[in-house]
Each structure stands twice: as C-alpha cells, then as structure tokens.
T-cell receptor, first 109, second 113 residues
Framework: GQNIDQPTEMTATEGAIVQINCTYQ??????LFWYQQHAGEAPTFLSY??LDGLEEKGRFSSFLSRSKGYSYLLLKELQMKDSASYLC??????????WGAGTKLIIKP | TAGITQAPTSQILAAGRSMTLRCTQD?????MYWYRQDLGLGLRLIHY???????GKGEVPDGYSVSRANTDDFPLTLASAVPSQTSVYFC????????????FGPGTRLTVL
C-alpha cells in the first residue's frame, strides 16, 4: 500500500529552527509537496521537490532524497504565525496526491 | 480574483438526505479535485476531473458523485448521506493534472446526523 509518515506534533521556540520529517512509500513518484494549513483554514502550497537536494525559499527550505524515500521541511527564524499543521504529499504514478496526516507545529514564545 | 469558492460553509444534514456541495473557480484551471479531511487522517481524494467533461474516481468515491459540465464548476453530490460522511470537504484546482500545485477552497464542514 501507499504510506506517508510524519510526526503528529512538534513544539519549538520562537526564533529557533525546526525540521519536520516525512517518509514515504508510494507506487511511483512524481514529486513531493509541502503545504501549510492553519487551524480551520485551507491548505496552502509551500514547496515542491522532484529532484534530490535542497530547495530554499526564504525562511523555508525543503529537502528530498528519492533513494531513501525521505523529505524534510526546515523552518528558520520561527515566528508565532508559523504555528500550523504542515502536510507532506507525494504525487504517485497516476498523478494523484497521497497525503500524510500532517504535523501540528506549536510555537512557544 | 476570488480563486476558489465553496458553498455552503457548513451544513448539518439528516441521514438519508441528499446534498450538493458547490465549488467554483475563476482561475481557468483544467483540473479540479474533491477531498475530505478527517481528524488524524491525511486528505483523501474523493473524485477528480482532469478537464471539463471528464471525471475520475479517487481513493474514497463510494457514496459521492461529481459532474464537470464546464471549466469553472465542480459540484459534489451525496445521494443519501450517512454519518460516516461527516467531515470537512475541500475543493481544489490546478492548472494541469500533473505536477502543478493545487489551490484549495475554504472548505465545507458537513455534519450528518
């Protein structure tokens, strides 16, 4: 079967750095997405990786290793507004997104 | 631009009743999707449409139907609601059906009693 694993919840301090991991087993691979979802709101796109390596976008970076079935989202200089759930999703061989359950990130002052 | 709109925002529905959740996008995207989101689970694809006039089944299609008569609208119908269909429903769209990011509507919170 297809599976996306990510931690259920993480806590970090304002101004610090946090890394959210995602491991996947899917039938085929056409890229990995990270989305942010604030409570009660819709998911919004953060990043897309299809090749191995690090993609940097401001305070957020995303890393992919296809051979290990592994990705992480790195958030730097954490702000209170970064408190949200972070969703990892893999596009499979049918171009359908398989979603993880999300990681709830709690930022403490 | 509005992006994607969904209606209603929330609804309480008696079991056995039918209901249509509406979704409209103004981005001229070809592909549209319906997901449900339940606590502790990832988003699950119900139905999708790669282009106007075509639809396909996702991971959890039973009990739901869709139509795509034009580019902008993608309604989701529950013919006879059951309590297990209590969920938050998100409509999404993307420029194409492949590696493009998906844009999500604000969601419809549905409770079936």
């Amino acid at each position: 079967g297809q599976n996306i694993d990510q931690p259920t919840e993480m806590t970090a301090t304002e101004g610090a750095i946090v890394q959210i991991n995602c491991t996947y087993q899917t039938s085929g691979f056409n890229g990995l997405f990270w989305y942010q979802q604030h409570a009660g709101e819709a998911p919004t796109f953060l990043s897309y990786n299809v090749l191995d390596g690090l993609e940097e976008k401001g305070r957020f970076s995303s890393f992919l290793s296809r051979s290990k079935g592994y990705s992480y989202l790195l958030l730097k200089e954490l702000q209170m507004k970064d408190s949200a759930s972070y969703l990892c999703a893999v596009m499979d061989s049918n171009y359908q997104l398989i979603w993880g359950a999300g990681t709830k990130l709690i930022i403490k002052p | 631009t509005a992006g994607i709109t969904q209606a209603p925002t929330s609804q309480i529905l008696a079991a056995g009743r039918s209901m249509t959740l509406r979704c409209t996008q103004d981005m001229r995207h070809n592909a549209m999707y319906w997901y449900r989101q339940d606590l502790g689970l990832g988003l699950r694809l119900i139905h999708y449409s790669n282009t106007a006039g075509t639809t396909g089944k996702g991971e959890v299609p039973d009990g739901y139907s869709v139509s795509r008569a034009n580019t902008d609208d993608f309604p989701l119908t529950l013919a006879s609601a059951v309590p297990s269909q209590t969920s938050v429903y998100f409509c999404a769209s993307s420029s194409g059906p492949t590696m493009d990011e998906q844009f999500f509507g604000p969601g419809t919170r549905l409770t079936v009693l």
